[in-house]
């Protein structure tokens, strides 16, 4: 069956502390994988998309990058309005017009 | 400012009434989505529409009900059918129908049910 797990649940980091988020999916054929932020109460915001392992793509402090298995989101010398739950998704390999959504990581930094 | 936009925030229902949540985008995307959000769940699909006048159900549509008439609107109406209808409800497009394209959101609905 097709998943995405998002590890930790939560995180609390001091401001300028790095750290990393982790989405793992068990998904064959790989058609892309996304990250994006969500604030509480609002819409999610995407952040970037990933297509192959080995790519990499970088917003401000924040980075993603994609192995076969796995997505890391790393936060460098986050601020605290870095704070939000960042969520992650794939095309389902069965409806590609499917995403399946991960719980999310709650993101917490405090000043 | 292009986007897409979401009616109302908060919306109330009483028991056995049906509701109708506005989403309009004036992105051009051919796609568009309603999902919805419940603690401890992920984003689950309800409806997503490809082109005008046609649409398919997602993984929970039902209780559910959309159209699609025009492009830029996708509005989704929450029937008394629907056992459980208090969450936050998301509406998304896409510039292409291929799923391998990015989502931009609106800012949800919260409906209660009351």
């Known amino acids: 069956e097709d998943q995405v797990t998002q590890s930790p649940e939560a995180l609390r980091l001091q401001e300028g502390e790095s750290s990393s988020l982790n989405c793992s999916y068990t998904?064959?054929?790989?058609?892309?994988l996304f990250w994006y932020r969500q604030d509480p109460g609002k819409g999610p915001e995407f952040l970037f998309t990933?297509?192959?392992?080995?790519e990499e793509k970088e917003k401000e402090r924040l980075k993603a990058t994609l192995t076969k298995k796995e997505s890391f989101l790393h936060i460098t010398a986050p601020k605290p309005e870095d704070s939000a739950t960042y969520l992650c998704?794939?095309?389902?390999?069965?409806?590609?017009?499917?995403?399946?959504w991960g719980l999310g990581t709650s993101l917490a930094v405090n000043p | 400012d292009g986007g897409i936009t979401q009616s109302p925030k908060y919306l109330f229902r009483k028991e056995g009434q049906n509701v109708t949540l506005s989403c309009e985008q004036n992105l051009n995307h051919d796609a568009m989505y309603w999902y919805r959000q419940d603690p401890g769940q992920g984003l689950r699909l309800i409806y997503y529409?490809?082109?005008?006048?046609?649409?398919q159900k997602g993984d929970i549509a039902e209780g559910y009900s959309v159209s699609r008439e025009k492009k830029e609107s996708f509005p989704l109406t929450v029937t008394s059918a629907q056992k459980n209808p208090t969450a936050f409800y998301l509406c998304?497009?896409?510039?292409?129908?291929?799923?391998?394209?990015?989502?931009?959101f609106g800012q949800g609905t919260r409906l209660t049910v009351v």
């Open positions: 998704a794939v095309p389902n390999a069965g409806n590609n017009r499917k995403l399946i």
């Open positions: 529409s490809q082109i005008v006048n046609d649409f």
């Open positions: 998904v064959s054929g790989l058609r892309g």
């Open positions: 990933l297509y192959s392992a080995g």
């Open positions: 998304a497009s896409s510039p292409r129908t291929g799923v391998n394209t990015e989502a931009f």
